[in-house]
Nanobody
Framework: QVQLVESGGGLVQAGGSLQLSCGPS????????MGWYRQAPGVQRELVAS???????HYADAVKGRFTIRRDNAKSTVSLQMNSLKPDDTAVYYC???????????WGQGTQVTVSS
């Protein structure tokens, strides 16, 4: 099965920026809609942003105007540029992708983002 790998997490001060990247391990495969979820302690996992193969985007209200999601269909990669980070953005961020057929979901193992105040 396809394994997604995330990178770019880390520790940053409030107001700073980070960029997360994600792509399949091994050979490049065609993927459907891709997105980023996050999960903070004590709360449910939430969708942060998603982007279709056609470039249609969706953002959670909490990150609109601060985060930008992009993808490269040829490389089957997706990135999340996070600006003006807030302590509430602290969470484990997970990359997600639908299979090209739309039948399966693929997940990364998560990358920690910590925003200090």
């Amino acid at each position: 099965q396809v394994q997604l790998v995330e990178s770019g997490g880390g520790l940053v001060q409030a107001g700073g920026s980070l960029q997360l990247s994600c792509g399949p391990s091994g050979s490049i495969v065609e993927l459907g809609t891709m997105g980023w979820y996050r999960q903070a302690p004590g709360v449910q996992r939430e969708l942060v942003a998603s982007i279709s193969r056609l470039g249609n985007t969706h953002y959670a209200d909490a990150v609109k105007g601060r985060f930008t999601i992009r993808r490269d269909n040829a490389k089957s990669t997706v990135s999340l540029q996070m600006n003006s980070l807030k302590p509430d953005d602290t969470a484990v961020y997970y990359c997600n992708a639908r299979s090209f057929s739309g039948i399966f979901d693929y997940w990364g193992q998560g990358t920690q983002v910590t925003v200090s105040s």
